[in-house]
């Protein structure tokens, strides 16, 4: 559900020759490649589907801290956003400790932003605990999850990709009914800490997260195991031995021998004491290099992968498309955090607990994603019309939603959202349509940055709204007009293209 990293797989490899290796490799769209899927599926249960259903906790947040629905609303953003924002940056760690160490570290991260968040005094608390901990270590425990399916597979990457981001629809029905029957069994801050507890089996996905070969993860740059190496003090305990040997014979003689015959296990001692400081600080001094020759490769091919695409801002489409992302996201994600209180203000309560209006966004956008890609994939249909008339039925959706106030009616318009949501699914081919599949994964970046800030800021703004008219209409409205200026973003600079081509070709004929 989250553009961000669902439909693509990353590839944070240093050479290309590691990338042949990858291929004979018997794990490689079969086997342990499977697992991966099944990491990758459960992540997005727990991360994304538990942060689309935040829309439960904000309710009892409001009643707990009586804030504004502005400043309560940055909660649930600020762990959104956070956690695309964050999405290019992960792959710092990614290079450096590898996908399973920092799969492991975002999960622990996660569940302690979690736990830590039950014990919040105000929502001031929880922008530290939940927004940015919880939110970066779902950022950290996300994208591994989404690169390790993209180096498992190469002939059916993208129906791994597929079935794992699945996820995310299952995840949102199934936390939503676990939350509202937790909060209302425990309490809310109950509620979060045996969610905190939940989180924990992240690590269990990271732990599956296994290297395909032993330099492939960050494990050992050199493919070589540290303790396989010669230790280098060895030689020098040679020569120290050889001198010592020389001495004795030079000083040679019966009164010598006995002596030294005498101090021998005493200076066997003191040796293997040296020798052993010896071997301690070189591992040291070896680890500490290791480490550190990582660390700048990593951050050399991270910042030469996301800050050396500035020729991509020369795209003027492509600079369209990132518009677009950053008015688009936040139209999908007001629905999943304001429609409880909806609900509740419509007095739909009774029936939204039967089945709760976010659980058919989540159902319904599986089918669209699957329905949406295949239909896209037909030789004689294109992805942008595809790709746009979702567009076009999304906003129009966003526009209907005010309008309705019975439960089947909204219903109703949550089961267009969430199918019309499926073009998700064409993002990475609609990108890579626009600059090509060399800079595919940097583009997306860029995409992922714009969808964070979007999610980032949709919320409070949908908040503050409500607080100056007390209506969520307007909320609607707004988000619907920005999102429709992005839609023309995506409409006018193809014209403005086919224009200046047919300038151009008018003044060279005028030329001739």
């Keep these: 559900m989250y553009t961000s990293h669902e439909d693509i797989g990353y590839d944070f490899e240093d050479d290309p020759k590691d990338k042949k290796t990858l291929k004979p490799h018997p794990d490689i769209d079969g086997g342990w490649a499977w697992m991966m899927v099944l990491s990758s599926f459960f ?9 689309m259903a935040l829309g439960v906790l904000n309710v009892e947040w409001l009643e707990e801290f009586h804030q504004s629905r502005g400043l309560t609303a940055w909660v649930s953003s600020l762990s959104m956003g956070v956690t ?29 932003g979690w736990v830590l968040s039950a014990y919040a005094v105000n929502v001031y608390y929880l922008f530290i605990t939940f927004g ?15 690169v390790m399916v993209g180096r498992y597979f190469q002939k059916r990457r993208a129906l791994a990709q597929g079935l794992s981001t699945t996820g995310t629809g299952f995840g949102t029905f199934l936390m939503t009914v676990l939350l509202k029957y937790l909060c209302a069994e425990y309490g809310w801050r109950n509620a979060m800490f045996i969610q905190g507890a939940v989180s924990l089996n992240l690590c ?27 230790p280098a003090h060895s030689t020098e305990s040679v020569r120290s031995s050889g001198q010592l040997g020389d001495a004795e014979e030079k000083r040679g003689g019966p009164g010598t021998e006995d002596s030294s015959l005498g101090d021998a296990p005493a200076q066997a001692c003191q040796e293997k004491a040296a020798h052993r400081k010896d071997m301690c600080a070189f591992r040291l001094l070896k680890t500490v290099s290791q480490l550190t020759m990582r660390v700048r490769r990593g951050f050399r091919d991270w910042y030469s992968g996301y800050f050396g695409t500035a020729s991509l801002f020369t795209n003027r489409m492509f600079v369209a498309f990132i518009f677009w992302a950053l008015f688009a996201y936040s139209s999908f994600v007001i629905p999943f955090i304001h429609l409880p209180e909806i609900v509740n203000l419509y007095n739909l309560s009774e029936q939204n607990d039967v089945f709760p209006l976010t659980s058919i966004i989540a159902i319904v956008h599986i089918f669209g994603k699957v329905v949406l890609g295949v239909v896209a994939d037909l030789p004689c249909i294109s992805v942008w019309n595809v790709f746009l008339m979702a567009n076009f039925t999304l906003v129009l959706s966003i526009f209907i939603l005010p309008l309705m106030h019975t439960y089947a009616g909204l219903a109703v318009i949550c089961a267009l959202i969430g199918f019309s949501s499926g073009y998700f699914s064409l993002m990475p081919v609609v990108t890579e349509d626009l600059v090509g599949i060399e800079h595919l994964a940097n583009a997306y970046g860029i995409i992922i940055c714009a969808n964070g800030i979007s999610a980032l800021l949709g919320p409070p703004f949908a908040g503050w709204i409500y607080d100056i008219t007390q209506k969520y209409d307007f909320s609607f409205y707004i988000s619907g007009l920005l999102y429709m200026v992005g839609i023309l973003f995506l409409l006018i600079q193809p014209c403005i293209q086919i224009i200046e081509q047919s300038r151009k070709k008018y003044m060279d004929g005028a030329n001739v």
């Design 84 to 112: 695309l924002i964050v999405g290019p940056f992960i792959g710092l760690f990614i290079n450096t400790c590898g996908c399973r160490r920092t799969a492991i570290i975002g999960g622990l991260l996660n569940s302690l």
């Design 43 to 51: 992540v997005h249960i727990l991360i994304m589907g538990s942060q």
């Design 132 to 146: 940015l901990a919880a939110g970066f270590g779902s950022g950290m425990a996300y994208l591994p999850a989404v």
């Design 204 to 230: 269990v996905c990271g732990a599956l997260m296994r290297p395909l070969s032993p330099g492939m993860d960050g494990d050992d740059p050199e493919g070589k195991a540290p303790h396989h190496v010669l």
